[in-house]
């Protein structure tokens, strides 16, 4: 997978917030004895805030249970949220019930990250990416049977693959049919949860290559959820940094890569293969000590205080709030990295 520095999306204009995320909280109970009483909770997500503008691609990243998945269960509402709001355009959709979702479910779309789980075995390609229309009640002009062929297509599959099963397609084209599935009924904003981490490396660019194809010529939005930074580098406008269900920095793709403030996210991007032998042995690699701590019983202060090197006694009780520190660059640290390095313009904002 290339790493490069160029991103194919810079140049696109993007427009107002498609999809407004305030507070956002997802607890999971854990219950026991014979009456079932919660005695915790897992605190899988707590308190995001972050908007997404209409045409960008916004990539959450962090380690494995950093609450990545589950944030994109709770913006395409296959998880009811315990607290916050999440608004899409406009309209409050936090707790909608499943009859008021339905048509809104035109407009969210997921791709999954399993392309062979996510596929009803019993079912012929032409009736998995069909069922959008029968489910949603939809018309088409020429049947559907000619729009699913259309919909192969433009994902690069053969129409004539219309009446066979997922087991007869490789995992590339599995996820193909999958992302065609999304595509059929045309949403406004996609979630994508790792959709290359289960395929063949050979594989995976040319998913991504498809995915911002389809961006530019259907103007999606996409939340991008991964932990493969090279992946992410590629593909995105802005980055947010997840660790155990919080953000702790949020910044456009050129800032966070070349300038990141976080420990956390230093040390996530220290581990990022180099291809190049010369950068690679004039960089340090951190190496972080000790496990995730347990979301159900997270440290006080900073989550991030168990493991960082930087953190002192403030660390440990209080709670650095996610603030801006550039201009469209924010961090939750008390000490941040390369903070040094900002300058200020003469009207007092850090550039």
């Not at 790493?3 to 026991?32: M, S």
């Not at 009446?163 to 595509?183: C, D, K, V, W």
């Not at 930074?229 to 793709?253: C, N, P, Q, T």
């Not at 690679?280 to 019983?297: H, K, T």
């Amino acid at each position: 997978m290339s790493t490069q520095t160029e991103n194919p999306t810079a140049d696109r204009r993007l427009g107002e917030d498609l999809l407004v995320v305030e507070g956002l909280q997802k607890y999971f109970p854990i219950r026991k004895g014979l009456l079932q009483k919660t005695v915790a909770n897992v605190q899988a997500v707590d308190g995001l805030t972050f908007t997404v503008k209409r045409g960008e691609t916004l990539s959450l990243v962090g380690e494995s249970g950093c609450g990545k998945t589950t944030t994109g269960r709770l913006l395409t509402r296959l998880v009811e949220p315990t607290d916050g709001t999440i608004t899409l355009e406009g309209r409050d959709i936090s707790h909608l019930s499943n009859s008021a979702m339905r048509p809104l479910r035109r407009d969210i779309q997921m791709i999954f990250q399993d392309p062979y789980g996510s596929l009803n075995p019993r079912h012929t390609v032409g009736t998995i990416v069909g069922a959008p229309f029968r489910l949603q009640k939809v018309k088409t002009p020429n049947g559907i049977k000619k729009e699913v062929q259309d919909l192969l297509e433009l994902v690069g599959l053969n129409p004539e693959h219309y009446n066979r099963y997922p087991h007869e397609f490789s995992g590339g084209q599995r996820q193909r049919i999958g992302i065609a599935r999304t595509l059929a009924l045309k949403p406004k904003l996609i979630v994508a949860d790792e959709p290359v981490s289960a395929l063949d490396v050979s594989i995976q660019a040319q998913v991504v290559n498809l995915l911002e194809d389809l961006q530019s010529e259907f103007d999606l939005t996409y939340v991008m959820i991964a932990h493969d930074l090279s992946v992410v580098r590629h593909v995105s406008d802005r980055v947010a940094v997840m660790y155990l269900g919080k953000i702790m920095e949020i910044a456009d793709r050129t800032s966070l890569y070349e300038r990141p403030m976080h420990p956390y996210t230093v040390a996530l991007l220290s581990a990022v293969p180099i291809p190049d032998t010369n950068r690679r042995e004039n960089r340090e690699r951190i190496r972080l000590q000790g496990d995730v701590p347990s979301p159900i019983n997270p440290p006080k202060g900073c989550r991030f205080h168990t493991r960082c090197w930087k953190a002192q006694d403030v660390c440990k009780t209080t709670e650095p709030p996610l603030a801006q520190l550039a201009p469209g660059h924010a961090v939750a640290c008390h000490f941040p990295e390369n903070k040094d390095s900002l300058t200020i313009d003469p009207t007092g904002a850090a550039v």
